[in-house]
Nanobody
């Protein structure tokens, strides 16, 4: 059973920073699930892609709305992916979900994943 456990959400003022973490379970996890990503869903809106990263070479992709402000990274030894969020804006307020997929393309282009975390709330006040 694969589990994705997120942490690091909270309340921050506009212009501030937060760092989200997502720990994935399973020793062979990275053999089958080659990419990890972050999505978010604001109240009344559809879920949207935020960022993705490949375990093997660290290749990344970002939504245009977060480029230059957010950075996704990974720590292979810990099966953990991070999302560093800087210069936060009120419109970044959402529940952020970690996701695992067999390819980065699935996350970026199809916005599909094999596993999802439970979500962590990020609230940015103006």
């Amino acid at each position: 059973q694969v589990q994705l456990v997120e942490s690091g959400g909270g309340l921050v003022q506009a212009g501030g920073s937060l760092k989200l973490s997502c720990a994935a379970s399973g020793r062979t996890f990275r053999i089958y699930y080659m990419a990890m990503g972050w999505f978010r869903q604001a109240p009344g809106k559809e879920r949207e892609f935020v960022a993705a990263i490949s375990w093997s070479d660290g290749t990344t992709d970002y939504a245009n709305s977060v480029k230059g402000r957010f950075t996704i990274s990974r720590e292979n030894a810990k099966n953990t992916v991070y999302l560093q969020m800087n210069s936060l804006k009120p419109e970044d307020t959402a529940v952020y979900y970690c996701a695992a997929a067999t390819s980065r393309n699935s996350l970026v282009n199809s916005q599909e994943a094999d596993y999802w975390g439970q979500g962590t709330q990020v609230t940015v006040s103006s």
